[in-house]
């Protein structure tokens, strides 16, 4: 069975930082794409960054793009997503996902707990 553990989450001041790690356990962790994604209270989930194996492909929705980075260790098994320049707008509870391919979709295989971050105006 895969485990995700997400962490580092948190309270922050608008445009302040954060950085999350989301470390996976019980498959090889080789050739799979790992995702972020948040959801809002009354929101649904949405997609937010993603990067395959190699780390040398990523992706990001528009609202995020200059402000978030997406990297991976993979000697640590861990994906990381530094937020900077937080905005009210990005609190949200945050899941990382793994799956065989690369996608904005949410057709990961599986998923973390979430971890929450929230953004004081």
């Known amino acids: 069975q895969v485990q995700l553990v997400e962490s580092g989450g948190g309270l922050v001041q608008a445009g302040g930082s954060l950085r999350l790690s989301c470390t996976a356990s019980g498959r090889p962790f080789s050739n799979t794409a790992m995702g972020w994604f948040r959801q809002a209270p009354g929101k649904e989930r949405e997609f937010v960054s993603a990067?395959?194996?190699?780390?040398?492909?990523?992706y990001y929705t528009d609202s995020v793009k200059g402000r978030f980075t997406i990297s991976r260790e993979n000697a640590k098994n861990t994906v990381y997503l530094q937020m900077n320049s937080l905005k009210p707008e990005d609190t949200a509870v945050y899941y990382c996902?793994?799956?065989?391919?690369?996608?904005?979709?949410?057709?990961?295989?599986?998923w973390g707990q979430g971890t929450q971050v929230t953004v004081s105006s």
């Open positions: 996902a793994i799956g065989a391919q690369l996608t904005r979709s949410k057709e990961y295989d599986y």
């Open positions: 990067i395959n194996w190699s780390g040398t492909i990523t």
